[in-house]
């Protein structure tokens, strides 16, 4: 249910720079979503295919890119992606998360005409 509010702030977003670069159609949005945002696709696309209607984003393609979580080495210092625990891959030390990483949710792109 929290998806709801972001889509009506893509959809803002959207009016905002159709009518900023007069833009009649905006054929495809990407964005980005950190695995840690709990932003889920679908309900995105859900949302996102009945609230646009009437909008110039209306029937635009949505293209996610995810973004993994950010870990760094607490004995060795490398930044690595989290995968599925917090050991490092060079050395074996434990790992803490890179702050801001991974809850990433924003406007990366849009096409239109």
Same mark, same amino acid.
């Given at each position: 249910?929290?998806?709801?509010?972001?889509?009506?702030?893509?959809?803002?977003?959207?009016?905002?720079?159709?009518? =900023?670069? =007069?833009?009649?159609?905006?054929?495809?949005?990407?964005?980005?979503?950190?695995?840690?945002?709990?932003?889920?696709?679908?309900?995105?696309?859900?949302?996102?295919?009945?609230?646009?209607?009437?909008?110039?984003?209306?029937?635009?393609?949505?293209?996610?890119?995810?973004?993994?979580?950010?870990?760094?080495?607490?004995?060795?210092? =490398? =930044?690595?992606?989290?995968?599925?625990?917090?050991?490092?891959?060079?050395?074996?030390?434990?790992?803490?998360?890179?702050?801001?990483?991974?809850?990433?949710?924003?406007?990366?792109?849009?096409?239109?005409?």
């Amino acid at each position: 249910m929290h998806e709801l509010p972001v889509v009506l702030d893509i959809i803002r977003v959207m009016d905002e720079e159709a009518e =900023k670069n =007069k833009i009649k159609k905006i054929n495809k949005i990407s964005l980005v979503i950190g695995e840690l945002s709990s932003i889920i696709d679908e309900s995105v696309q859900m949302y996102f295919e009945v609230a646009a209607k009437g909008h110039p984003c209306e029937g635009a393609d949505l293209v996610f890119e995810h973004r993994p979580a950010m870990l760094r080495c607490q004995s060795c210092g =490398k =930044k690595f992606p989290h995968t599925r625990d917090f050991q490092c891959p060079d050395c074996g030390g434990d790992s803490i998360l890179i702050k801001g990483t991974g809850r990433e949710f924003y406007i990366l792109s849009f096409d239109g005409q």
